[in-house]
Every structure is written in structure tokens, then in C-alpha cells.
């Protein structure tokens, strides 16, 4: 039966994709039980990839990092529709601290560190539930990743510099062992320089540590370049993706959000040719 | 002299009790943003099972004392688990009118268990006094000092070492992203219920050895209330040290402007020191949350 039309012997078919790590199944988010923040988002993480989550200001980006960190539940959020699964397995049901036990942690949106907590303390709680031997060997890591930290352990974290803040906040992150790491924009208001920084570390996390990295960012060109894989959500739906060096080579990527204009203010949902494109492009 | 020094010395002690409830107002308040306006009344009860104990099984006072304390926290954690927990996201208003409710109950709750009249609690010790040259004070008053001592210094060293410690400051300075960090803010509260009903079952076992016991003793939490606004709402070492600003501020006043003075010289000296800072002596939060 499978005779022709094979794929070069020792390539893989491509239709036989290995089953994401993390997967967002037809996701529907609903606030106060009126705003439909996001609706029928199906998104797929490989395991060691890179994927980039792209959109401007309210798509829909962060609610659905909350969803997956079971967060939801304290701005009267409810994922009314569709699942999340981890390895396989439904996790929408579980409780924050088992999802980060389980491996799933996000670098939230405006890194959070606990301000008036020292350096030290706050990539301790990081590592809160891997307490115990290890603790030594992860901060050597993470230390090493970001030598600045190294030198400001007993500063209060609230004084440091927003690049030193979102250096820790990833610190503090790597400290609970993740296998998935979301990061929520992570270069808002950063300097160029940190920028390079911090994606040059989030190369490394994946390239040397293994990690499954989810990445939200209205920086699209920073984020493809690291990427191996692109989404672009618009009011809350999946409007367009395929693999990075295609979007960022795509005219209305370019246009939107790469900042290469073209012609008057348009929405990527107006393009009548994006379905055909986005076919096109996966 | 030897007035001043009695005076003070005896504020010492009663705010030293003060201090020990002041610090269960600040361990809740700092864990769970919340007023527990029943802290006076979960005092009152634990003095009560201690004296049920001694009355009815011993005397001993490593007994009295343990199984009191381990009411205590078993209490505490009852109220977190049955009442609190269901409160959880809904207006702080109603959380605070519950621990309001709360406090109703425990009240009226000593005359259905035990009785309205004034008893003594006697295990045998602390009331014999020891001189210091003139001035003479009784051994439980400074065993309550030496115990707030002690519970300030084991407080920061929580607070600044242990893993659990260091959660709760941060549950406290932003709990989203404590949930963010795999710490279970459930148990977090658990824990501070738990800790604030045994400190303050501490106070209520030295108050009733120290002076007696009767329904009236809830007073205790409208007094160290005002300790923990002055200390900082949210300073568990703060408020303990307001509690014995205040205790030996009423005393002074009540000793040198006349015994009226006393009831009004603690918040005298809140009304000041709250201009000057409003957060308390100690405090670092708004205390908007309330
Ligand atoms: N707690 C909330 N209650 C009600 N609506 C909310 C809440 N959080 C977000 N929303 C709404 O949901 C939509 C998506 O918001 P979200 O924060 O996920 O966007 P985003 O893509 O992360 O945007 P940004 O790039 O600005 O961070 C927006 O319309 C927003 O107003
Ligand atoms: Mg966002």
C-alpha cells in the first residue's frame, strides 16, 4: 500500500509529528461570565521547541498563559470550552502549585518579583517546591546564566534595574525545574542590549537544557528569530501560523507586526488572502 | 522612682500580652489581608479550655498548657478549613463581617459551655514574686516578657530563614505570583490561623494565671488591636512591640494623670504616632485592603 510518493528514505513523515508536550485544544476563556476574551484557540507546543505567541495589546496572549498556570480562577476567569494537555493528560482542572510541580511555569507579564524580597529569597521561593539538596547546584546555574544576580544576592529586589528584574524573574522560574517555561513578553521595556541578553539565554535554555519554551511577545522580530514555530492571535483567535521563518517572511506579518508598511491601518482579519496564506503556510 | 519602675515594670508585663495578641492580629493580617475581629475571642476560649483542663483532669502545668495550645491550633485551623476558606475572593467586607460573626459566637459561647462567673486559673506557679531591690514583680510576669521575647526573636528568624517563612512575606507582598511559584496560598493561610490562635492561646493562659478569668476576657482583642495598628498592621514583630509601648504607656498614665487616663493613653499615642506614620511604627503595606 505505501508504495509511492514516499518521503526520502530517513526523513520522517510529515504527518507523523511527534505528540505536542503542551497542547491548547479549541480554548475558549470567558471574564466575568461576559467577556469572551479568548475563543476556540488551538495551539501545539513540541517537546525542545521554541514557539512564539504573537499579538497586539488585549488578543488574548496572557489569558491564556493564566490558563495554563491555573490562574484564571482569581479574576473571575473560566475556561469554558475546550482543553489543555500536558504529555496527553487534561491538566485545565489542576491547581497552581501542582502544575508547577508537574513542571509547567511561567515568567509572568511585568516579571513580578517579589519587590521587597532580597535576590536570594526570591529565587528561594522560585525553588519552592524543590526544596532540599539541589537548591545549591540550581543556583550555580542560574547564576551562571545571569552572573549579574550572582553579584546582587542580598540586594532588595525592588531596587534593581527592569532588565536585573526580568533576569531574576527568569532566575526564579528555572530554580522549580521546569519542563515547559512560558515567558510572558519579556522584553517590554528593555533596552536592545538586555533584549539580546535575555533571548541569548532563552536560546541556551532550549538548546542546552532542554527546555520547551512558550513564548508571548509583541516584539515579533525577536521572537521569530528565536522561534521554530509562530501563532498570531487577533480578539482572541488563532488568525494566522506556520514555522517562524515563514511568518517573518510573510508580507502581512511584516506588515503588522514586523513594522514594514505597506499601505493604511488594516487588521490581519481584514486581509482577505490570509486564509489562502495561512494554508499556504503550514 | 521606685513608682515609675513598679509601673512600668507591670506595663511591661500586661503588654507583653497585648503584644503576644497583637502579633496573631499581624500573622493573620499579613497572610490573608484580614482583620480577624475575633482574635480577642479565641484568646478568651483557649483560657477557658486551659482552666477546664485543670479543673477537671490536672493541675500540671506542662499539661494544662500543651493540651490548651494544641486547641489552640487546632481551632485555628478549624476556623481557616469550615469558615474562612469558603469566604476565599469574596468582598473583604463580608470575609470581615464572618470573623465578626465569628467573634459573636465565641462570646456567647462561654456562658453555653461554661459560666458568666470569674474564676482563677492556678497551676501553681507565677504568682510568687521576686524582689529587685525595692521593687517587687511576679515570676509569670516576666515568664509572659521572657516568652514575647522569645516569640519575636523565633518570628524573624521565620520570617527571614525558613522556606515557609519567606512564602508567607511573599504570599503577603503579592499572592498571584506566590500561586505563580508553586506555593499553595491555602496552606499558607491554614498555617497563619493555626499560629495565631496558639500565640494568642499563649496570652490568654498567662492573662488568666497573672489576673483571672470571665466572659469579659475578649476585652483582651479590643486592647491589642490598637498594639497592632501602632506596631504596623502587617508587622508581626511590630505589633509586638506595640502591644508594650502600650501596656506600659496606659500604666504610666493611669500611675501620673490619674486611672482615667488610663483607658485612653494607648490611643492618645496611636492618634500621634499615626500622623507621623501611617502605616504604623513598623508597617510597610497600605492597609487599604481592610
Ligand atoms: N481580569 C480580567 N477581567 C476582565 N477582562 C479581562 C481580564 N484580563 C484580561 N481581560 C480582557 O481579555 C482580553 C485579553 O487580555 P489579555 O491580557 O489576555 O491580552 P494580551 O494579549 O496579553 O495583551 P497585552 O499584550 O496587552 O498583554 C482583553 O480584552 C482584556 O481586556
Ligand atoms: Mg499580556
Redesign the interface.
Known amino acids: 500500500m505505501i508504495a509511492a510518493g514516499l518521503p526520502s528514505r530517513g526523513q520522517p513523515v510529515p504527518s507523523a509529528a511527534p505528540a505536542p508536550l503542551l497542547e491548547f485544544r479549541n480554548v475558549r476563556v470567558v471574564y466575568d461570565k461576559a467577556i469572551e476574551a479568548v475563543r476556540d484557540v488551538s495551539l501545539s507546543v513540541p517537546e525542545r521547541g521554541v514557539v512564539a505567541l504573537l499579538g497586539s495589546n488585549g488578543a488574548g496572549k496572557s489569558t491564556l498563559l493564566k490558563a495554563m498556570s491555573g490562574l484564571l480562577y482569581t479574576e473571575e476567569g473560566v475556561l469554558e470550552g475546550g482543553s489543555i494537555r500536558f504529555r496527553g493528560a487534561e491538566i485545565q482542572a489542576l491547581a497552581p502549585d501542582e502544575l508547577v510541580r508537574s513542571g509547567i511555569v511561567q515568567v509572568p507579564e511585568g516579571r513580578r518579583v517579589f519587590a521587597a524580597l532580597t535576590v536570594d529569597e526570591n529565587l528561594a521561593m522560585g525553588g519552592f517546591t524543590k526544596s532540599g539538596s539541589s537548591a545549591r547546584a540550581k543556583l550555580e546555574r542560574v547564576f551562571e546564566l545571569f552572573p549579574r544576580l550572582a553579584e546582587r544576592r542580598g540586594q532588595v529586589a525592588g531596587y534593581m534595574s527592569g532588565g536585573e528584574q526580568q533576569m531574576l524573574a527568569i532566575g526564579r522560574a528555572l530554580m522549580s525545574e521546569p519542563v515547559v517555561l512560558a515567558l510572558d513578553e519579556p522584553s517590554l521595556g528593555l533596552a536592545p542590549l538586555v533584549i539580546d541578553r535575555i533571548y541569548g539565554v532563552i536560546a541556551r535554555l532550549r538548546d542546552e537544557f532542554g527546555l520547551t519554551v512558550l513564548l508571548v511577545e509583541q516584539n515579533a522580530q525577536r521572537a521569530l528569530d528565536v522561534a521554530d514555530h509562530g501563532y498570531i492571535l487577533e480578539n482572541g483567535r488563532v488568525v494566522l501560523d506556520g514555522p517562524a521563518d515563514r511568518l517573518a517572511g510573510n508580507e502581512d506579518v511584516r506588515e503588522f507586526y514586523l513594522g514594514v508598511s505597506r499601505e493604511g491601518e488594516k487588521s490581519l482579519r481584514d486581509v482577505k488572502h490570509y486564509k489562502r496564506r495561512k494554508r499556504w503556510l503550514s | 522612682m521606685r513608682f515609675f519602675l513598679e509601673l512600668a515594670l507591670s506595663g511591661l508585663a500586661v503588654g507583653a500580652v497585648y503584644g503576644l495578641v497583637a502579633m496573631g492580629f499581624a500573622v493573620i493580617y499579613k497572610a490573608t489581608g484580614l482583620v480577624n475581629f475575633a482574635q480577642g475571642e479565641l484568646t478568651m476560649i483557649i483560657a477557658y479550655i486551659a482552666w477546664t483542663i485543670q479543673t477537671n483532669l490536672t493541675g500540671n502545668v506542662a499539661v494544662v498548657t500543651v493540651g490548651a495550645l494544641g486547641a489552640a491550633l487546632l481551632l485555628g485551623l478549624a476556623i481557616e478549613r469550615v469558615v474562612m476558606r469558603p469566604m476565599l475572593?469574596e468582598p473583604v467586607f463580608a470575609t470581615v463581617m464572618v470573623t465578626i460573626a465569628l467573634a459573636v459566637i465565641l462570646r456567647s459561647s462561654i456562658n453555653f459551655i461554661w459560666d458568666a462567673y470569674p474564676h482563677g486559673l492556678d497551676l501553681g506557679v507565677g504568682r510568687s514574686v521576686v524582689r529587685a531591690g525595692a521593687v517587687g514583680i511576679r515570676t509569670g510576669q516576666i515568664a509572659v516578657v521572657a516568652t514575647l521575647l522569645a516569640m519575636l526573636a523565633g518570628f524573624t528568624l521565620f520570617f527571614r530563614y525558613s522556606?515557609f517563612g519567606?512564602?508567607m512575606?511573599?504570599v503577603a507582598?503579592?499572592d498571584?505570583?506566590?500561586?505563580?511559584?508553586?506555593?499553595?496560598t491555602g496552606r499558607v493561610h491554614a498555617a497563619a490561623w493555626a499560629a495565631s490562635a496558639v500565640i494568642s492561646g499563649i496570652a490568654g493562659i498567662f492573662f488568666a494565671v497573672s489576673y483571672d478569668l470571665s466572659p469579659t476576657m475578649f476585652q483582651l482583642g479590643l486592647k491589642s488591636f490598637p498594639a497592632t495598628i501602632l506596631g504596623g498592621l502587617d508587622a508581626v514583630i511590630g505589633s509586638g512591640l506595640g502591644g508594650v509601648i502600650i501596656g506600659v504607656a496606659e500604666n504610666l498614665a493611669g500611675g501620673y494623670l490619674g486611672s482615667g487616663t488610663k483607658e485612653v493613653a494607648g490611643f492618645v499615642l496611636i492618634i500621634v504616632i499615626l500622623m507621623v506614620r501611617p502605616f504604623g511604627l513598623f508597617g510597610?503595606r497600605d492597609i487599604e485592603r481592610v
Open positions: 475572593g522556606r519567606i512564602a512575606r511573599a507582598a503579592d498571584r505570583t506566590a500561586l505563580l511559584m508553586g506555593v499553595s510597610q
